[in-house]
């Protein structure tokens, strides 16, 4: 009887010493990182990181992020007389347009943004943006004529969105769409939602600035991303550090993308309500859960000042931001910015 229990016993630990190796093998079981060379797409310099069980699952979910990220080019530039964004803007002044899925969700998302920051954020400012390009080119600024006209084309409440059959109208003759301020981080959450799909366990998406990770690295860490200062030259750029996991970072500048008349530049992020050009801020960068959420909310924040921008970033949940004034070198933090940043 006692020789049983004992082989009992002896049997049972056998058994949890093999299923804790098994398990810790599992656990241990290598991760392979794979990184993109830089491409060129949405005006911009894209890279992608992914981390996977094997080389093949990084590879294919590399190629699933970037498919996601040319599709939202091909739908959304409205400088591709071919894209879907393109016909809305040519079309739908006359009749409803009906257009796919992702671009009717980025519209929705894109008047909930213009709604919570007061309509700081605004994608109706084509108009606008056009006008200061055309000024540009020729040198001379804008009269006060030329903005009153264009004034009466701008602002959400003229874009009008039917979720029934995702078509999209305007009220008004001259409308023009711009997704310039939140199609990037849009594109990042879509690429990282493939990736996911395809087997990557960690990955990061940056798209010029806009950057989104989930998952962790290869070491099962963290992801570390730099912050550029868009106004300091090349070698100078990075202006913090953070450390993060399933969320997203959205830096909008003044100075990398400007429009010159005169000796003066021009921001081209532009504030709605005054028509002018932003140039309080140098740079503002946004923390948030979605790419989507940090795009939108940075150029918001560039529109809407230090203290008006930084209030929005208190009461929105899950956003921090990190904020640099045009005459000062300082960063100015929202109240939970600090938990994210590298000293
Ligand atoms: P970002 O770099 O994300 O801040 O986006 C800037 C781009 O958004 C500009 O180049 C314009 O295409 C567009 N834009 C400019 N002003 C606004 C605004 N007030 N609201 C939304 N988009 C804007
Ligand atoms: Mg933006």
Same mark, same amino acid.
């Given at each position: 009887?006692?020789?049983?229990?004992?082989?009992?016993?002896?049997?049972? $630990?056998?058994?949890?010493?093999?299923?804790?190796?098994? +398990?810790?093998? $599992?656990?241990?079981?290598?991760?392979?990182?794979?990184?993109?060379?830089?491409?060129?797409?949405?005006?911009?310099?894209?890279?992608?990181?992914?981390?996977?069980?094997?080389? /093949?699952?990084?590879?294919?979910?590399?190629?699933?992020?970037?498919? /996601?990220?040319?599709?939202?080019?091909?739908?959304?530039?409205?400088?591709?007389?071919?894209?879907?964004?393109?016909?809305?803007?040519?079309?739908?002044?006359?009749?409803?347009?009906?257009?796919?899925?992702e671009l009717f969700d980025i519209l929705q998302q894109s008047v909930y943004y213009s709604k919570l920051?007061?309509?700081?954020?605004?994608?109706?400012?084509?108009?606008?943006?056009?006008?200061?390009?055309?000024?540009?080119?020729?040198?001379?600024?804008?009269?006060?004529?030329?903005?009153?006209?264009?004034?009466?084309?701008?602002?959400?409440?003229?874009?009008?969105?039917?979720?029934?059959?995702?078509?999209?109208?305007?009220?008004?003759? =001259?409308?023009?769409?711009?997704?310039? =301020?939140?199609?990037?981080?849009?594109? +990042?959450?879509?690429?990282? =939602?493939?990736?996911?799909?395809?087997?990557?366990?960690? =990955?990061?998406?940056? $798209?010029?600035?806009?950057?989104?990770?989930?998952?962790?690295?290869?070491? /099962?860490?963290?992801?570390?991303?730099?912050?550029?200062?868009?106004?300091?030259?090349?070698?100078?750029?990075?202006?913090?550090?953070?450390?993060?996991?399933?969320?997203? +970072?959205?830096?909008?500048?003044?100075?990398?993308?400007?429009?010159?008349?005169?000796?003066?530049?021009?921001?081209?992020?532009?504030?709605?309500?005054?028509?002018?050009?932003?140039?309080q801020l140098s740079s503002v960068t946004i923390i948030a859960l979605n790419g989507t959420e940090a795009?939108?909310?940075?150029?918001?924040?560039? +529109?809407?000042?230090?203290?008006?921008?930084?209030?929005?970033?208190? /009461?929105?949940?899950?956003?921090?931001?990190?904020?640099?004034?045009?005459?000062?070198?300082?960063?100015?933090?929202?109240?939970?910015?600090?938990?994210?940043?590298?000293?």
């Amino acid at each position: 009887m006692k020789n049983r229990k004992f082989i009992f016993a002896l049997t049972a $630990l056998i058994i949890i010493f093999i299923s804790y190796l098994l +398990v810790n093998r $599992l656990n241990d079981k290598r991760l392979v990182v794979v990184e993109s060379p830089n491409k060129i797409v949405m005006n911009t310099i894209a890279r992608v990181v992914a981390v996977a069980p094997d080389e /093949k699952i990084a590879r294919l979910s590399i190629d699933a992020a970037f498919e /996601k990220i040319y599709r939202v080019e091909k739908l959304m530039n409205r400088y591709d007389p071919n894209s879907q964004l393109s016909q809305v803007n040519k079309l739908a002044a006359k009749e409803p347009v009906r257009v796919d899925k992702e671009l009717f969700d980025i519209l929705q998302q894109s008047v909930y943004y213009s709604k919570l920051s007061d309509g700081a954020f605004d994608i109706t400012v084509g108009p606008l943006v056009d006008l200061w390009r055309k000024c540009a080119e020729a040198n001379s600024m804008p009269t006060d004529e030329q903005l009153a006209e264009v004034k009466k084309i701008i602002g959400c409440d003229k874009l009008l969105l039917d979720a029934n059959d995702f078509s999209v109208k305007f009220a008004a003759k =001259g409308m023009k769409l711009d997704l310039g =301020g939140i199609a990037k981080g849009f594109a +990042v959450d879509l690429a990282a =939602g493939e990736m996911k799909k395809a087997g990557a366990v960690g =990955g990061l998406i940056d $798209l010029g600035g806009q950057i989104g990770c989930f998952g962790t690295t290869e070491k /099962k860490g963290k992801w570390i991303v730099g912050v550029r200062n868009p106004a300091k030259s090349e070698d100078n750029k990075i202006i913090a550090r953070l450390t993060l996991s399933d969320a997203a +970072v959205s830096t909008s500048g003044n100075y990398e993308r400007f429009y010159k008349i005169g000796d003066n530049r021009f921001s081209h992020i532009f504030n709605p309500a005054t028509e002018k050009s932003t140039d309080q801020l140098s740079s503002v960068t946004i923390i948030a859960l979605n790419g989507t959420e940090a795009d939108a909310l940075s150029t918001a924040v560039s +529109v809407m000042g230090a203290e008006k921008g930084l209030e929005l970033i208190e /009461k929105t949940e899950n956003t921090e931001a990190v904020i640099i004034k045009a005459d000062s070198q300082d960063l100015i933090k929202s109240s939970g910015a600090q938990q994210y940043l590298i000293e």
